[in-house]
């Protein structure tokens, strides 16, 4: 196979990625049947299954590629200039406070630019289809939050609690936040409305002062 016929493959295996994410956002993985991921990536039928031997194979697929793009947004925002070279440093490590700052910008951005993937991965049930590699790559997320968390109450930052409990809240607040904005999602937000919600989701997971 030369050159331009893996980069033509390779584009139609993403075609039939991107397609059927977007249905799954729309109909659920459930609700979609494979004709119709076929339909609208503009492929025949038979071209999934040279790629994807069923469609459990598409739904794992699917779940890894939206899955490891949040995580890779995630980890990015945490990095020295915030994974995009726009955020200013002071020399110093930050704070809980400000890395939160970073991780809701992370998440945010995520949300609005791969709104159908955000859809997918918060709004659904996947435990009926799930490989043992989508669990693991699941489990991964699960534990990069959570160690944001408990680094948080180490700090004196975050409330004392059951770390996956606070992550569930903050999570829950927020794609509770996309779901009412449907069908534009997070985009459609100003900076000022983002900069309350995130004000808000931080102020469920901040230690509060006692006099």
């Known amino acids: 196979m030369n050159i331009h016929s893996v980069a033509r493959n390779s584009d139609i295996a993403q075609l039939l990625l991107d397609s059927a994410v977007s249905l799954f956002a729309e109909r659920t993985y459930e609700g979609t049947q494979m004709p119709a991921v076929a339909q609208r990536a503009g492929v025949g039928v038979g071209?999934?299954?040279?790629y994807f031997p069923s469609k459990e194979a598409l739904g794992n697929a699917a779940f890894q590629y939206a899955k490891r793009g949040l995580l890779d947004r995630l980890t990015a925002a945490l990095a020295p200039d915030g994974g995009s070279g726009e955020v200013g440093g002071s020399g110093g490590a930050p704070s809980v406070r400000e890395e939160f700052g970073r991780l809701w910008l992370g998440f945010t951005r995520y949300a609005g630019?791969?709104?159908?993937?955000?859809?997918?991965?918060?709004?659904?049930?996947?435990?009926?289809f799930l490989a043992p590699e989508s669990l693991a790559l699941s489990a991964e997320v699960d534990g990069f939050a959570r160690e944001f968390i408990e680094r948080g109450q180490r700090a004196g930052e975050i409330r004392d609690g059951d770390a996956r409990q606070l992550v569930a809240l903050?999570?829950?607040?927020?794609?509770?936040?996309?779901?009412?904005?449907?069908?534009?999602?997070?985009?459609?937000?100003?900076p000022e409305a983002l900069a309350t919600a995130e004000d808000a989701v931080w102020d469920l997971l901040h230690r509060k002062a006692t006099s």
């Open 170 to 190: 903050a999570i829950g607040a927020f794609t509770g936040l996309v779901k009412h904005l449907r069908p534009g999602g997070i985009a459609q937000l100003s």
């Open 47 to 50: 071209s999934i299954y040279r």
């Open 113 to 128: 630019e791969h709104h159908d993937a955000f859809v997918f991965l918060e709004h659904q049930q996947h435990d009926t």
